[in-house]
């Protein structure tokens, strides 16, 4: 039934990029309601659009064409394409876009995809997506820059993905849980499943202060907005001079040495210079071999000097320091997490709770594997933490074997998984993968250098789309394998062990 609009009915020209057709001009059309103010736009509609506070209502079907941007549209088959690029090859949003420009698109040299479309396509789609799972609809702020319509709503996002906010958080499958059933009958099956965890080492610009998790206005800052005077200290920790001649130490002749020192190691001419005075001073170390007199070296002093305020600075700007994933064996990511100062025991445990919550008994695993699980179960007893006990935590294979001592009597009585039977069979062959995470983190590891300059939130944001992409595909290999990959109900996982 056609819609009746008491109103008026405009177009414009525009660009509609497709998978199999390439670019095709078109003409979009709005419609304008006089009697309730409502302009009809094809992704949404917008209610008294002239006010500053007017706000975006989508459409709860996705359309079959992105509005990337008022005059660039993106056909909905478009975007799986773009999300595996993403997902699957780390390419940024260049790289697609060029890749589409020069092999799909008919008419490159007039109309071109931008890089910044798109992000925009990418991320409406997204959230589009995550609307759709959770049936409520999509609204945005209609006027400012596209960037800044987004953040709040993926800041949101983000927070209901941390912990337990993966579509796949409860998943299992036969790769990952056995179902071991008892002598007796009478007794009810046991399930026994596990998870691996593991960090990898990317981030994002994050304030220059220790502990502080407060996010930066700019991923280009060094400081957020609570310690942004902090700008025009010097910036040699402990040195509370203020800045001069528009540089970011004091005037004391070291501390400005060493601003100017790491200004010019960016620099080729710096690289070459230093890679000539390393071979003087090996051909004057072989000399003084021959001759066993040793001379003094000025420039040894000064590197250490150098060396010493390195640990001390904040010249350059910071970022986190790991993402910590938890994999179930199987492959799939169930779980994601930031850690800003290390990969330390004390945030090991924090993930846990948040990953696998008292609330829900039976979402814990039987056992999780770590490379320094021992460390962490001596952190769990001294601080008397009992929220894991149902979880028996074991180091990898791989770790047990190169990296953890014979000698070491803790950590071989109580982390080695060759003590637990459940963890291996009558063939003595391992039940689980547990080396799933460090198979998971050389994929997951080629997205620094595409969110190494991202925000807090699009980098959050983006990671954790691509760990659902990753998922998808995950579960559609499980399931072509016969490993009848499945989500329990949350009903199930309340229940008590």
């Known amino acids: 039934m056609p819609l009746k609009v008491n109103g008026n009915a405009t177009g414009f ?70 999300r595996a690029q993403m997902a699957f090859a780390q390419y940024v949003s260049a790289s697609v876009a060029r890749i589409y420009n020069r092999g799909i698109s008919n008419c490159p040299e007039r109309a071109s995809l931008a890089s910044e479309n798109i992000w925009n396509a990418f991320y409406i789609h997204a959230l589009m997506l995550d609307v759709e799972r959770r049936q409520v609809p999509l609204q945005l702020p209609h006027h400012g820059p596209q960037t800044d319509r987004f953040r709040d709503v993926m800041a949101a996002r983000n927070i209901r993905m941390a912990g337990t906010g993966q579509p796949q958080w409860a998943h299992t499958c036969d790769e990952c849980e056995r179902i071991v059933r008892p002598a007796d009958p009478s007794q009810p099956a046991i399930r026994i499943n596990a998870c691996v965890m593991d960090g990898v080492t990317i981030g994002h610009p994050r304030c220059n202060v220790d502990r502080c998790v407060a996010r930066l206005a700019s991923p280009r800052d060094r400081f957020c907005e609570e310690h942004s005077d902090q700008e025009r200290q010097c910036a040699i920790r402990g040195c509370n001079n203020a800045t001069t001649d528009g540089m970011r130490t004091c005037s004391i002749a070291a501390h400005r040495s060493f601003e100017n020192e790491r200004r010019e190691r960016g620099k080729a001419l710096f690289r070459l210079r230093r890679r000539h005075e390393r071979t003087m001073e090996a051909g004057q170390r072989n000399a003084e071999a021959v001759s066993k007199k040793p001379r003094q070296n000025p420039r040894k002093a000064r590197a250490e000097t150098l060396n010493n305020l390195t640990k001390k600075a904040a010249i350059s700007r910071r970022w986190t320091h790991n993402e910590q994933l938890m994999v179930r064996t199987c492959g799939v990511v169930i779980s994601r997490a930031t850690f800003y100062e290390a990969e330390s025991m004390s945030n090991c445990v924090r993930f846990l709770v948040s990953t696998f919550p008292p609330h829900l008994p039976r979402a814990h695993p039987s056992f999780c594997f770590f490379d320094s699980a021992c460390l962490l179960l001596k952190h769990i007893l001294a601080n008397n933490e009992t929220r894991l006990d149902n979880i028996g935590l074991v180091v990898d294979v791989f770790h047990a074997i190169n990296k953890h001592k014979d000698s070491d009597a803790f950590c071989q009585l109580n982390c080695n998984p060759a003590t637990f039977p459940e963890l291996f069979n009558e063939k003595n062959e391992w039940w689980y993968n547990s080396s799933a995470c460090e198979q998971t983190n050389g994929w997951f590891g080629f997205f620094l250098p595409v969110v190494r300059e991202m925000g807090e939130v699009n980098y959050n944001f983006f990671l954790d789309e691509m760990i659902l992409i990753h998922n998808e595909w995950k579960v559609d290999v499980l399931r072509a394998r016969g490993a009848r990959p499945r989500i329990v109900p949350m009903s199930e996982l309340a229940l008590p062990r």
């Open 13 to 82: 020209r525009a660009h509609l990029f497709t998978l199999r057709r390439g670019v095709l001009p078109v003409r979009v059309f709005t419609l304008y309601c006089k009697a309730c103010k409502t302009t009809y736009r094809s992704n949404y509609c917008v209610t008294q659009a002239e006010a500053k506070t007017s706000i975006r209502q989508y459409y709860r079907e996705i359309p079959s064409a992105i509005e990337a941007s008022e005059y660039c549209y993106v056909d909905r088959s478009l975007l799986p394409l773009i």
